[in-house]
């Protein structure tokens, strides 16, 4: 079974950055399509961004031009870089292939308020 380690999470200000790591366990998952998720209090979880195998890249458009993802296949890890955080980007974030497997990992929390 595939574990997907996500860190990174943290209080910060509005406006401010922070940057996630996601480190899966097998070396097979570096042959898909992987995304950063999150889920809100009260809201279901959504895809924020995915980047293939390739490196094309895709972001929903609350995110688009504020948030990174990348990835580095040798080290099975996948990162997000977010910047110009706002108060509603606060949740919890999480990493999986896209699709999801529906096995996730513990996520990491992003708050972002004054």
């Known amino acids: 079974q595939v574990q997907l380690v996500e860190s990174g999470g943290g209080l910060v200000q509005p406006g401010g950055s922070l940057s996630l790591s996601c480190a899966f366990s097998?070396?097979?998952?570096?042959?898909?399509?992987m995304g950063w998720y999150r889920q809100a209090p009260g809201k279901q979880r959504e895809l924020v961004a995915r980047?293939?195998?390739?490196?094309?890249?895709y972001y929903a458009d609350s995110v688009k031009d504020r948030f990174t993802i990348s990835r580095d296949n040798a080290k099975n890890t996948v990162y997000l870089q977010m910047n110009s955080l706002k108060p509603e980007d606060t949740a919890v974030y999480y990493c999986?292939?896209?699709?999801?497997?529906?096995?996730w990992g513990q996520g990491t929390l992003v708050t972002v308020s004054s």
């Open positions: 999986n292939r896209v699709p999801s497997t529906g096995v």
């Open positions: 097998r070396s097979i998952f570096s042959i898909y399509a």
């Open positions: 980047i293939t195998s390739g490196g094309s890249t």
